[in-house]
């Protein structure tokens, strides 16, 4: 049984005196749902806090800051690494769903500025009425995702194969400090400066991305725009092999073809990723309907993907999907060919069906945080150069052979997507599905509706065991492979190994800003946690 009180009154009062008590959440059940990602949970934080503008949000830090609480920002939710869970019962969460204001969108200098707590699903709806779009433009997880939150722990997905993460469309920010204090980056920081620009001296918006709120909790964000492309087309690829698919994904990738691409192991293929239901396949369909320049085109477009339906996962074992796009016709046309060209060399084309649906509705319910049986689900990624994309492939097999009477016994069984970012870099993410109970964050975030349609388990410790020894073992991989990650949260090794004077850099910086490490304990590989100055 969860205690329904809290450690410190005093500072509850206070947090209600600056937001109001309906927005200083102190209930069992919400400092549960709170306290818990995809994955699991740690510490309860104590209360859970919903500013409504930046002011507020100021004046939460440094009450916090000033009474020796820990501030835990959160976005949208949708991470795995315990990225905005609390470490010490005297933390408060940040829920940043509040400051959800798009404050500008300048057609003219081609950047709009958000709160935090908008999500890319919402900004990308506002910027196609002005036939704009950010170059990286969200995760599939849009839908929840926000632009705070991929802007502390990272992000990729849509627009990542020409444009690279998320971090690279940031311009400046607004990020508030461990004393309440507001630092601008980039030419905002200018006299009499516009968010416009990002590289103005030393780049300080770079500071601030993808350090999991250890350094200060993101306010407002400026992202740059560009002209939204009027044109798509999509094509499918099956392979024999995972060298004949990595091999062709960083073939198209070097040339810089695709704005959307990921691919699929056998597992995923037949999995959570092929799961359709009849209401799902309805939304898809009539987005692609909606998205086509006529209802000629549209009609057509929904014949073949009928004719279609899930066939193009049935000849080959791994497959790759590709988007591309242009301000003409001609233009994704000519790319398309060019994809198909590549990947003649390596495999066969198959049916379009899942990137002409991903184009049409990219942004997903976030129903894959349960497996195709309701199984629960962790995912997990490692970043890297082409040339090491064979030895992580051998050493995932090897692996994997090595624990698999033990994942059988368990139930517990691995997938794996892949990606390429930009012309210079591979992903691979790796995931677990094992037969669990739900948690309270499944059970809030999934609709009832769909919750039916799953089988349920009972608590299974062991599996679950099972996975946290798999996923340390997959990370020393990464580390074996040299791979980095976005997502470090309070998961990934961003500290061990990290040559000694770019951490004692990073251990000063976080010293000089939060001198007392109240912002966000144990992010970034625990960064000052044992060295408090």
Not at 206 to 217: K, M, N, R
Not at 349 to 376: D, H, K, S
Request: charged share 20%.
């Amino acid at each position: 049984m969860l205690a329904t009180d809290t450690s410190n009154t005093s500072i509850v009062d206070t947090l209600q005196s600056i937001v109001g008590p309906a927005h200083v959440l102190t209930s069992a059940e919400d400092r549960e749902f709170y306290g818990m990602d995809v994955y699991r949970s740690l510490a309860l934080p104590m209360a859970v806090v919903q500013p409504g503008s930046v002011e507020e949000l100021s004046q939460i830090v440094k009450a916090a800051t000033d009474a020796g609480i820990s501030v835990v920002p959160r976005g949208g939710g949708a991470s795995y690494t315990d990225g905005y869970l609390p470490m010490l019962e005297s933390s408060i969460s940040v829920d940043t769903s509040r400051l959800n204001r798009i404050v500008e969108v300048n057609a003219t200098d081609m950047y709009a500025v958000v709160e935090c707590g908008v999500t890319w699903a919402e900004l990308d709806a506002e910027l196609k009425k002005h036939g704009l779009r950010a170059p990286f433009w969200g995760p599939f997880s849009g839908l929840k995702a926000t632009i705070g939150g991929s802007t502390s722990q990272g992000s990729l997905s849509m627009g990542s194969g020409a444009y690279g993460t998320s971090s690279e469309s940031v311009l400046s920010m607004e990020v508030v400090l461990a004393n309440g204090e507001i630092i601008q980056t980039g030419a905002l920081a200018a006299h009499n400066g516009k968010p416009f620009f990002r590289s103005y001296g030393p780049d300080l918006t770079g500071l601030f991305t993808c350090d999991a709120g250890a350094l200060g909790v993101k306010a407002r964000i400026s992202l740059r725009l560009i002209k939204r492309p009027a044109f798509k087309a999509t094509c499918s690829f099956g392979f024999e092999d995972y060298d004949a698919m990595t091999q062709c994904l960083a073939a198209v990738a070097r040339e810089n073809l695709a704005d959307i691409n990921w691919g699929l192991d056998p597992a995923l293929q037949s999995g959570q990723l092929a799961r359709t239901s009849a209401a799902d396949a309805r939304r898809a369909a009539f987005a692609v309907f909606k998205n086509s320049r006529n209802v000629f085109e549209g009609a057509w477009r929904l014949l073949k993907l009928a004719v279609a339906g899930k066939r193009f996962f049935d000849r080959y074992p791994y497959s790759a999907h590709f988007v591309v796009d242009g301000p003409a016709k001609a233009v994704p046309a000519a790319k398309a060919n060019l994809v198909r060209k590549i990947a003649g060399q390596y495999g066969a084309e198959i049916a379009n069906t899942a990137p002409t649906v991903i184009a049409a509705m990219p942004f997903i319910p976030l129903y894959p945080i349960l497996g195709p049986q309701g199984e629960r689900w962790v995912p997990q990624h490692g970043i890297m150069p082409f040339s090491k994309m064979k030895e992580i492939g051998e050493k995932l097999k090897a692996f994997y052979a090595k624990h698999q009477e033990r994942m059988d016994a368990l139930t517990v069984y691995p997938g794996t997507m892949f990606m390429t970012v930009s012309t210079h870099a591979f992903l691979i993410e790796p995931v677990f599905y094992w037969q669990d109970e739900r948690s309270a964050y499944h059970k809030r975030y999934l609709p009832q509706d769909y919750l039916d349609t799953l089988p349920e388990y009972p608590a299974n410790p062991k599996a679950r065991e099972l996975v946290a020894e798999l996923r340390e073992g997959i990370i020393e991989l990464f580390r074996e492979v040299g791979a980095i990650h976005m997502q470090a949260g309070k998961t990934y090794p961003y500290l061990r190994g990290r040559q000694p004077t770019a951490k004692q850099a990073l251990e000063d910086i976080k010293r000089s800003l939060d001198p007392n490490t109240l912002m966000n304990p144990g992010a970034l590989d625990g960064l000052n946690v044992d060295n408090k100055g």
